[in-house]
């Protein structure tokens, strides 16, 4: 395939084994495409204007697509359904990576508006006061509150408030709410976790297979080689590195959340003793 665009030299080595693709330079919504030889000490870029930072990442973009395509045209139906599978993993992990990564956003901004207005609250003030949607804060509160009102039954207002039958029973039911909230925020974690931990082997899985089939056709193709083996080789190995690259980010993710959960249970205990204290002081 050829181009008649007009080219300039450019000085830039070029080693490219056997990659024919070597620039590709986009202007005014034209492609050119410059092909070279292995061994090509310089090559020629069409078209008179300097390669910027979009072209590169286009060319690398080219590049990376064109490769893995052809690997997958060449590999066989067990490595393709375990490259579908690990697939399924990852897009399954990156949906619950960003829907995560986007309620404890929301939960540490709604949190700390509500610790904010409790902490600016004199007493023990109506829940309704307090409302905060999207915070584990909030939920737990209306808890303790239940339990509280369901033991003194009128206003905490009240200039001769009754006396408190059970504080334990209030910090129960605020314990509880708190273990809800947790389990809330911890939903889809075991996928993560699974993820991390299976991927690299089904990954492995398919490597092995590959490896296996190349070297069964070794004895039909009569030649003794590695060349005669490594393309199949280079194959499998496609499957081991996608099993990591779906891997990696569930485990980097699954780490991070953890910490934030943990974070999460203990200022919600930590919020638990401070308004049994405000209650005791209150009603004592």
């Given at each position: 395939m050829e181009f008649s665009a007009p080219a300039t030299r450019c000085p830039i080595s070029s080693k490219t084994g056997k990659l024919r693709i070597l620039i590709v330079a986009c202007s005014q919504c034209v492609c050119y495409v410059a092909y070279a030889q292995k061994n090509t000490d310089?090559?020629?870029?069409?078209?008179?204007?300097?390669?910027?930072?979009?072209?590169?990442?286009?060319l690398l973009t080219t590049i990376f697509v064109t490769d893995i395509g052809n690997i997958l045209t060449q590999t066989g139906l067990v490595a393709r359904g375990v490259l579908?599978?690990?697939?399924?993993?990852?897009?399954?992990?990156?949906?619950?990576?960003?829907?995560?990564?986007?309620t404890f956003g929301r939960v540490r901004r709604k949190s700390e508006e509500f610790l904010r207005i409790f902490r600016a609250t004199r007493g023990i003030a109506n829940p309704q006061?307090?409302?905060?949607?999207?915070?584990?804060?909030a939920n737990v509160y209306a808890a303790g509150y239940r339990e509280l009102q369901s033991q003194v039954g009128g206003a905490p207002s009240n200039p001769h408030p009754p006396k408190l039958k059970s504080l334990s029973a209030?910090?129960?039911?605020?314990?509880?709410?708190?273990?809800?909230?947790?389990?809330?925020?911890?939903?889809?974690?075991?996928?993560?976790?699974?993820t991390?931990?299976?991927?690299?082997?089904?990954?492995?899985?398919?490597t092995v297979w590959g490896i296996i089939d190349a070297f069964s056709g070794l004895g039909s193709a009569g030649a003794a080689s590695l060349?005669?083996?490594?393309?199949?080789?280079?194959?499998?190995?496609v499957t081991t590195a996608a099993g990591l690259g779906a891997a990696i980010p569930a485990v980097i993710f699954y780490n991070h959340f953890l910490q934030n959960i943990r974070d999460l249970a203990q200022r919600l205990d930590t919020f638990a003793l401070e308004f049994t204290a405000q209650v005791e002081k209150t009603f004592d």
């Open positions: 310089c090559f020629a870029v069409t078209h008179q204007s300097a390669l910027t930072k979009g072209n590169v990442i286009f579908l599978l690990l697939l399924l993993f990852s897009i399954i992990s990156w949906a619950i990576i960003l829907q995560k990564w986007g006061a307090l409302v905060t949607a999207g915070s584990p804060f209030v910090t129960v039911s605020m314990q509880l709410a708190s273990a809800e909230e947790v389990r809330r925020v911890e939903k889809g974690m075991s996928w993560l976790a699974t991390g931990s299976v991927t690299p082997f089904i990954g492995l899985f398919g060349r005669a083996v490594a393309p199949g080789i280079a194959e499998a190995l």
